[in-house]
C-alpha cells in the first residue's frame, strides 16, 4: 500500500499510522520526495482499507497489488511529467528529442552539436564524458573537464545536459553540470547507483538493462523514487537476443506496455537498439507510433570521425531530416 | 552466381554453361520459377564473370556474396510485388492489410469477418483452419471442409484467403481454395513442405521461426524460390526472448534489415509479435512506420468467444479504427 | 486425469465411464497404445474421484495436474524402459551409448563405424540419412538407399539404427530399416509428424526443439503417446542463446528437471549442445553425471573429411576413450 | 601484445620500448601487479617481434591474438593458482569446495556453517553481508557489522572468507575481513568497480554476467588484471535465456571454453545455475566432471528458514553427502 501524508502530520499521528500498519504485518519504508511524504507498506495479509484510511495525517491511501509501488500506475493514473526548466519537458503527449554524439570529444564538437539543436529546434543534447567499454584498453571518455566545458557552451543556448553517471563518486561531481542523469544499461542493477540517486532533486534517465526485464526496469526505478527522488525517466534501448543481424533487439512492445504499467515517462533509443545508421530513422519512427514520449539517439559532425559508435550514428543531414519526421510523426499520432 | 538464361536456350548451349561452371568447381542448381529460368552457382574461387557472361544463352549473370542467393537483393535490387489477381497486391509501397480470425468457426463467423473486411476496403482475410497446438488436446481447426465453406463466402466479394498449410499431404487439398498458403512459425524450417511449396504457383507467405534468426528466414526463402515458386512473402512476427511480459517479442529491427537484404515484401503480424489486445494498435502503427508491406492481425466479432487467441484479438470496432490509423499513417510514410 | 482401461472392458461400460466424465464437463481422448488403452479427460472442475474410479471397466485412475498427462510421472512414477531388442535397452540407471556420422556416406564409412561399435561394445548407431539443411544447397543425405545398405551391414552385427525421420511420407518407406526414429530439433512441433509416428510401433526419439522449452518438449511427446505410441526418449541437445562461442548452449539442467517430471528416458547429445570437438568429451561426461540415461554424439573415421559437422565430430581413438570413461563415470553415478 | 619487464628495467630503456611500439603505432598500458611489470601493447599493424624483442629491459615478449590480452591462454599457457594462505588454494587440477548461506544472518548461524565447514574438510565459505536485490524493499544483508563477526569466528578455523563486495566505498570498509573477494553478476560489467579491485592485493572472483558472454567475462577479468591484480577467478552461475523451468540456465559448455581460453581458474555456482535444491547436486557434479577447478554453492542449518535463496539452498545433511560425491567424481576426473 501507498500512504501520501498530509504536509503538516505531526509525529505522534506518523507514529499512529506506522504502528497500525506494522499490526497488520506490513512492514513500512517513509518515503520523502520533492512531491510528497509517503509511507510503502510491504505485505501479504488482507485488510479493511478504512481501517487505516481515516487516521489523522493521512491524505490518500492506495492498495498497489504490482510488486513495485510507487512507480506503478495502480497508485498513480497521470502521467508524471518532468520539467527540466527554461521550458523544457519530458512529458506524456509530447516529443522530447535528446540527440548528440556517444562521446564528448571537444569544442568544435560541441559547438557543432548546439548549432545543429538549434537549428532544429533540439532543447536536450546527450553525449557521453564518462565511457562503459567492454575493454580497458578502449577510450573512456573525456571526464569531468569535458563536461564542463560542454555546460559552458550549453548554458548560453539553454540546450539541456543529458548524460552517464557510472558511479557514486560521480554524483557531486557531475552535479552542477548535468541536467539528466542517465543510469546506463550496464549499471540498470547497480542499486548503490541508484539509491544515492534517490538522494538527489535531478532527474534520472534509467535504461533498461542489456538484458533487463520490463519489471526489473520498473524496480530499478523504484529504488531511486523510494530514495526520494520523483523525478524519474525510462528508456528502452533494445535487448540481448540471439539474433546477430542487429547489435540489440529493440523491444518497441515495452512502450506500451510500460506506458500501461508506470506513470513515468517512457523514451527510445533507436541507435542502441538496432546499431545501423541507415536503420535509425525507421526505428525512431516506430517508436514514436508506439508511443514513446521522447527519442534519444546519436548525431555527429562526421560520423566516420566520431571516437565510439560511429556505425550507428546519423550525420546532422540525416538527423534534421529525422526530427522533421518524428515530429510529423508525432503530430499524426497525437490525434489518433 | 545467378545466371538468368534466355528463354529460347537450347541444351547444348545449357550444357556448355553448366560445364564452363563446374570447371569453376561450382555446383550448379537449375531453378525454373513463373519468372523464368536459372542456374544458380555455389562455390568460392574468384573468377573473371566476362569468361561467362558472353557465352551464348545467357540473359544477365550477378555474383551474388551472400549465402542465400535468389532471395538477395544484390541480385535483384527491385522490390518484388506479388499479384493475388482482381488488383490485390502485396507490394513495396503499398500497405497490404489482412484481417480475420485466429481460428475459421463457422459460417456466421466467416460471413461477418467478410462483411467487417468489405465495410473496411480489405481484400485479405486470415484464418486458419489446420491449427498447430502445443497440446494434443486443443481444437485444431475445423479442416479442409472450413476451408470450403470460406472459400465458397469470400469469393463472392473477392476477398483473398490466407491460410496455414501444416503438411505436404494438405497442399493439394487446399490448392484451389487457397490465395496465399502460409507457412507458420513452428514450420519455417520444415524443408519438406518448403520443397513442396516450391512446385506450385500460389503465393507462399513465411512466417519467420520462433526463434529463426533473419538468416535462416532468407534461407527458407531461398528453398521455395530454387523450388520454382518466386511468388513469395515474408512475415515478422515475434521472436523468443527471455522477457515475459509480452507473448513474444516483435522484432521490427528485422523489418528495416530485410527490406535492406532482400527484394521479397515483407510484413508483420502484431498479434502474435505482442499477444496482449490493448496494445496489437501502436504496435501495428510501429510496424508500418518501420517500413512493413503489410499487418496481417487477428481481428473477431466477439473476441472474448474466439476458439483461440483471443487474448490478442482485436473487435470490429477496433479494427476498423486500426485500419484507419494505418492507412493514415501509411500515407504520410509514403511522403518520407 | 488418466483412466486405465480392464483389457475385457465391454463397449456399455466404456460408453458409461466417457459419459460420466463428459457430465463432469472433461472432454475424452481415447488412447490405445502398445501397453494398454486409456482415456484422457482434460478440463478444470473438481470432481471426487471415488465417483469414477469405482466404475465397471477401469483399472486405474489418476488425476494429473501437469497440463500433459500420459507421459506426466504424476500419473506413472515408475521410469520407462524402452527395448529395442536382442537385449539392447535404454533405461533408467543404464547408459545407452549411440555413437557414429552425422551422414551416412557409403559403405567404407558404415563399415568403420560398426567394427568401432563392436569393439567398443556399442550397440546403437546413429546416422542421417535425410539431413535438413538450412540453406537449399547444401548436401541433403544419401536417402533410402544409404538407409538400406546401412540397415544391411549393421543387422549382422545386431547393432541398431537409430536416424532422423523428416516427413510422414518417409515413415512408411524407413519403417523397415530403423529401429529408433528420430525427431530433429526443427521439427519437435512438426505435429502432423508427431501424430504419424503416434501410430507406429517403433521407438521414437524427441530432440529438443531449437529453442523449446522442456514443457514443449513434453508436449510433443504427449502428441506421439496420445496417438497410440508409448515408445519415447528425450533428447536434450543445446538450445538457441545469445551466446556464440558454443554452437548451442547444451542445458543440462532440463536432465534433472525431465527426469523429474516424465518417466520417459532422457539422453543428451553433447556433439550439438557445444559443436566444438575437443570439449564434447567434458560435456558427454557432465551429462551422465547430470542423470543422463544415455549419451549420443557424432564420431567418424577422418571427422576432416566428414561431409557434415566435422568440426564437432570425434576421430574413433577419441570416441573410444570417451566410451570408457562415461562407463567409468555411469559406474560412480550408480553408487551415489 | 605483451611485453613482460626485466624487474631492474631502468627508465631510460622503459621510455625506448614505450616510444618503439608507439612507432608501430600500438598504444601502451602500463601494468604492474603482484607478479610482474608489464605492457599490454594494442593495436593492428603487423610487425617483426624480433625488432622488439632484444631490446634490453625486456624479459619476453608474446603476441596475443585475442581481443583481451593478459588472461589469455595465447600468453600464458601454464595455469594460474591462487593461494589464500594456510595452504588453501583455488587451482588447476584441485576442487575448491566453498559452501556456505545465501546471506549471513547472525552469530547462531555463522557457528553452525562453520562447524560444517569443519566437519567435512572445507576451508572456504561463502556468505553475503551487501546482498543487491531487485526490489528496494527486502532484506539488503547485515552489512559491515555482520562481515566482521564472521571474520571472528572464521579465522579460528581457518576458514577463508568469499563475499560479494557491491561498490568501490566498500572496498577499504571490508578489506581486512575478507578473503576472496566476489564481483556479483548485476556488477560484473561495473567497471569502476573492478579498476579499483584491479589495485588492491587480495583475490577477486568474478561471476559471470546475467546475460554476460564468456568474451565480456575474461574482457571484466582483464580490467582487473590490467589494473594491477593478477588474483582472479572466474565463476560460471548460470545465464538468462527463455526457459523458465530453472532459475537461470546454468552454461557448463563455459567451462572447458573457459580453460582453453584463460589461465584463470574457473568455478561453477550450481545453485543459482539451476535454483532448484534437489537438482543442485547432479549440477554439482556436472560441473565437477565439465573440468571446474571447484564449486561454490549454497547450504543452511535450516533453508526453509534462511532469509533469502531457500529454495536453492542445500541442508548441511545433502551438503555433507554432496561434498563426499564431488570428491569422487573429482577423483574419477583426475585420472581421465
Known sequence: ???????????????????????????????????????????????????????????????????????????????????????????????AIITGPCSIEGEQQIKETLEHCRENGVKMMRGGVFK?????????????????????????????????????????????????????????????????????????MIKRGISGTIDELLYSAEYVFSGGNEKLILCERGIRTYETASRNTLDLNAIPILKEKTHLPVIADPSHGIGIRKHVEPMALAAVMAGADGIIYESHCIPEEAMSDGQQTLDFRESAKLISRMRKAHELKKVF
Request: net charge negative; glycine share 8%; proline share 3%.
Open 1 to 95: 500500500m501507498i500512504i501520501q501524508l498530509n504536509p503538516d502530520i505531526d509525529n505522534g499521528q506518523k507514529e499512529a499510522i506506522v504502528n497500525k500498519i506494522n499490526q497488520l504485518k506490513y512492514s513500512t519504508t517513509e518515503v520523502k520526495t520533492q512531491q510528497g511524504d509517503y509511507l510503502v507498506g510491504i505485505g501479504k495479509s488482507d485488510f479493511d482499507i478504512r481501517e487505516i484510511g481515516f487516521m489523522p495525517g493521512i491524505r490518500d491511501i492506495h492498495i498497489v497489488s504490482d510488486s513495485y509501488k510507487l512507480v506503478s500506475r495502480k497508485w498513480k493514473v497521470d502521467y508524471t511529467s518532468i520539467d527540466l526548466g527554461d521550458g523544457v519537458k519530458i512529458a506524456n503527449g509530447d516529443l
Open 132 to 204: 562503459p567499454r567492454s575493454s580497458p584498453y578502449s577510450f573512456r571518455g573525456s571526464g569531468i573537464e569535458g563536461l564542463k566545458l560542454w555546460y559552458e557552451l550549453a548554458k548560453k543556448d539553454g540546450v539541456k545536459i543529458v548524460t552517464e553517471v557510472m558511479q557514486v563518486s560521480q554524483i557531486a561531481e557531475m552535479y552542477d553540470y548535468v541536467d539528466v542523469f542517465q543510469v546506463g544499461a550496464r549499471n540498470t542493477q547497480n542499486f548503490n547507483l541508484l539509491d544515492e540517486l534517490g538522494k538527489i532533486d535531478k532527474p534520472v
